[in-house]
Structure formats: structure tokens, C-alpha cells
């Protein structure tokens, strides 16, 4: 898989981001990869929120918006895959471009605004996922958000929650996009506590009731975030996902990446990302599993997120230059740490920053 990738990346980085994307999406779309080798121990299995996972790095939301690609992706090593996020109505996004990379930071800038293809065709494809697969190891959260025009998101997310739930290993509330005008206010305490009751009183209705997290932004003071913590702690979600992308614009990076609009992801994000899952972990004593996201480009990323309080991770932007050999290379790279701290199992990890 390595070499492919090392063959085809002088290519992809040729164009422009988003059709590199879409290339990738259409060459994974058959599944017809030759299986790679996926590390396997009992050293990173656990079980988080009830739900099994074979190791602790999963593909984070916005590569496989429509969930296209879910068994390919696991089969690249993943233990689980994020697929969204997802809105009722089909909707297009901002304008192109819309994708930027830094290659000299591993960096990349979006300000997609969620497009994607709608309710009706993700679901279609989670349940092909599905029936096809039926007894893949590999975990699989449904992302959702809210269109663009929704005057009353607590509507979109209640839909989206009534017709996935069933489908969902688990589902991720995405109220952290900084690309959907108003999103993000949902963070706050007056917003945050009402919507989170209606979302959860609404999962409560499904036949099956699939774990809740909650993807927020690393771009929180301190106040906020104890305020967020003890919202989500009262009204009883399952976990947290940390973090989405930030509005962050360092001096280091080149003038023509950074004057771009949008979330930044990738390496310039990894310390911040880390430092706001410790906060959250404190926060709540530990109390909520957190899947720690932003930045994770090697295995020492992943244990640094581990440490600071991350039950699990995941990545996206590292994906685009080390290509999908990162996720084995993160899973043997995790086992050598555990063995140089002396910890048998990856759980005794999380929170010994
Ligand atoms: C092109 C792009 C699209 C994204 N789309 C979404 C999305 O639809 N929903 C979401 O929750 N996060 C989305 N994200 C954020 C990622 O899931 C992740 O939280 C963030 O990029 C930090 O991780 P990374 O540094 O490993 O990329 C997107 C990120 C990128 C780079």
C-alpha cells in the first residue's frame, strides 16, 4: 500500500486538493486493493462505550463525507471510521477552491461547508456497508450537522439521530465546523444544554441507542470549557470528540496558505489539540471517553493524545502526505511506547500525562 501511495502522491499533490480527493474516493470506491497487513494485539483492544475496537486510530469525519468508502478504509489497519458528516438535505458547500495544503507544515485549510449528498444517499450507502459486511471487526460513527439554512438546528439533528441510529455503532454531534455560519454558538452553555436534551430524548425514542458524542473545537478559553464540561456531564452524553479544526493562523506558516479562510488542520494543530483534551479530561475527572483528533501524524502523537486523556484517536490531514501505511506504522509505534513505559495495555495510558 506504501509503495502505491509513494507512486501516486506526486500526482494527487499536483492538483488541486479536492479533485486529489474525489480521485481518491473513486480509486478506493471498488474495494479492489490487495488486503494489507493489519497490526493486531490484544495490547491496544478496547472496549470503549460498550463497543469493541481492535486498536485505538480511527479516520476522522470529512474524508468519507457520504460513506462511500467504509471497508476499504478499514482495511487499510483503521479500528474504526468516521463517516460525514452528514445533513438532512443534499447541499453543495462553498465555493471551490475550498481545500489548501501546506506541504512544508503538513498543514492543510478548508472551508467546505459540508457537502455532501444528503441523508437519503449516506444512509443507502451505511446500509450497502452493512448488508455486505455484516460481520466487520471495524467501528463505525455516523457524524451528523445541520444545513446550512436550518433556522432550528435541534430539527436537523433529531431527524438525522431518528433515521441513523439504528445504523450507527455510534453517532458524533459535529456542532464545531467552523465553515457553517452559527455552528459553533451551538458550543455555548444557553444553546448547548437545550440541544443536547432534545438530541438525547430523541435517541431515547430509537430501537437501537447507539453511544453520543459531542466533536468540538480546540478554539475555547478555560471558562468555556469547564462550562462545557459540566453541560455535557449533566446531560448525560456518552463522550467527546477533541478537536475539530481551529481558526488559529501561526506566524510560521507561508502568507498565501495562512490568509486563507477556514478551519486549520493538521500538524499546526497537534500541541493545541492535546492541550484541550487534558483540559476536557480534568474537567470532567476523567468521567467521559474522549477521542483525541488534530494533528495525530506519527505514533508519539497518538500516545501524547493517550496520555493527556484520549481513550482513542484519529487523524485526516496526516493522510494526505504520509498516505495510509501512517495507521500501521501509528498502531506498531504505540506498542514500542507502551513497552518503553512499562505499561502492558494501552488503557493504562490514558490520562498519565
Ligand atoms: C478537508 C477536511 C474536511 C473536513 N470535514 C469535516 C466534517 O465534515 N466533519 C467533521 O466533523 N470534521 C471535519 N473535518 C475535521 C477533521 O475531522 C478533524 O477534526 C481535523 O481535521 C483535525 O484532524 P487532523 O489534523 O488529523 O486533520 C475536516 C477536515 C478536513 C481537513
Same mark, same amino acid.
Given at each position: 500500500?506504501?509503495a ?8 494527487l499533490h ?12 473513486k480509486?478506493?470506491k ?7 497487513? !493489519? ?6 483492544? &478496547?472496549?470503549?462505550?460498550?463497543l ?7 479516520? =476522522?469525519?470529512?474524508?468519507d ?6 471497508s ?5 489497519? +483503521?479500528? @474504526?471510521t ?6 438532512p438535505?443534499? &447541499? ?5 477552491p475550498r481545500? +489548501?495544503?501546506d506541504p512544508s ?7 467546505? *461547508?459540508?457537502? !455532501?449528498?444528503?441523508?437519503?444517499? @449516506?444512509?443507502?450507502?451505511?446500509? !450497502?456497508?452493512?448488508a455486505?459486511?455484516?460481520?466487520? #471487526? ?6 451528523i *450537522? ?19 441510529a439504528?445504523? =450507527? ?7 464545531s ?9 451551538l458550543? #455555548? ?14 435517541r ?8 453520543? +458524542?459531542?466533536k ?13 464540561s459540566? #453541560?455535557? $456531564?449533566?446531560? *448525560? ?18 502568507e ?23 483540559? +476536557? ?6 468521567k $467521559? ?12 502523537? =497518538? ?6 486523556? =484520549?481513550?482513542?484517536? &484519529?487523524l ?5 502526505? &504520509?498516505?495510509?501505511? $501512517? ?5 506498531? *509505534? $504505540? ?7 512499562g ?6 495510558a490514558?490520562?498519565?500525562?
Open positions: 500500500m506504501d502505491l501511495f509513494k507512486l501516486g502522491k506526486p500526482l499536483k492538483l488541486d486538493p479536492e479533485d486529489a480527493h474525489t480521485l481518491t474516493i480509486g478506493l471498488p474495494n479492489l486493493l490487495p488486503a494489507c497487513r !493489519n497490526v493486531k494485539s490484544p495490547r491496544l483492544e &478496547q472496549t470503549v462505550c460498550g469493541a475496537f481492535k486498536n485505538p486510530v480511527g479516520l =476522522a469525519a470529512g474524508f463525507k457520504n460513506a462511500e468508502v467504509i476499504p478504509i478499514l482495511g487499510f489497519g +483503521f479500528g @474504526f468516521e463517516v460525514g458528516t452528514v445533513t438535505k443534499p &447541499q453543495e458547500g462553498n465555493p471551490r481545500v +489548501f495544503r507544515h503538513e498543514a492543510v485549510i478548508n472551508r467546505m *461547508g459540508f457537502p !455532501n449528498g444528503g441523508l437519503d444517499i @449516506f444512509k443507502k450507502n451505511v446500509e !450497502n456497508f452493512r455486505k459486511y455484516p460481520g466487520t #471487526s471495524g467501528i463505525l460513527g455516523l457524524n *450537522g445541520m444545513n446550512k439554512d436550518q433556522e432550528k438546528p435541534e430539527e436537523d439533528y433529531k431527524l438525522l439521530v431518528r433515521e441513523l439504528d445504523l =450507527a455503532d455510534y453517532l458524533t454531534v459535529n456542532i465546523s467552523p465553515n457553517t455560519p452559527g455552528l459553533r454558538n458550543q #455555548s452553555k444557553e444553546n448547548l444544554v437545550p440541544l443536547l436534551k432534545e438530541i438525547l430524548e430523541e431515547s425514542k430509537a430501537s437501537k441507542q447507539p453511544p453520543l +458524542f459531542v468540538l473545537a480546540p478554539d475555547l478559553e478555560d471558562p468555556q470549557i469547564a462550562e462545557i459540566q #453541560s455535557v $456531564l449533566e446531560a *448525560g452524553i456518552d463522550g467527546l470528540i477533541l478537536t475539530n479544526t481551529t481558526l488559529d493562523r501561526h506566524d510560521f506558516l507561508p498565501n496558505f495562512r490568509s486563507e479562510m477556514g478551519g486549520l488542520s493538521g500538524k499546526p494543530l497537534t500541541q493545541k489539540s492535546t492541550e484541550i483534551i487534558g483540559k +476536557f479530561y480534568k474537567q470532567t475527572e476523567g $467521559l471517553p474522549i477521542i483525541g483528533v488534530g494533528g495525530v501524524s506519527s505514533a508519539q502523537d =497518538a500516545y501524547d493524545k493517550i496520555k493527556a486523556g =484520549a481513550s482513542l484517536t &484519529q485526516y490531514s496526516a493522510l494526505i502526505y &504520509q498516505g495510509p501505511g $501512517l495507521v500501521n506504522h501509528i498502531n506498531d *509505534g $504505540l506498542l514500542d511506547l507502551l513497552d518503553k513505559d505499561y502492558n495495555h494501552i488503557s493504562e490514558i490520562g498519565n500525562a
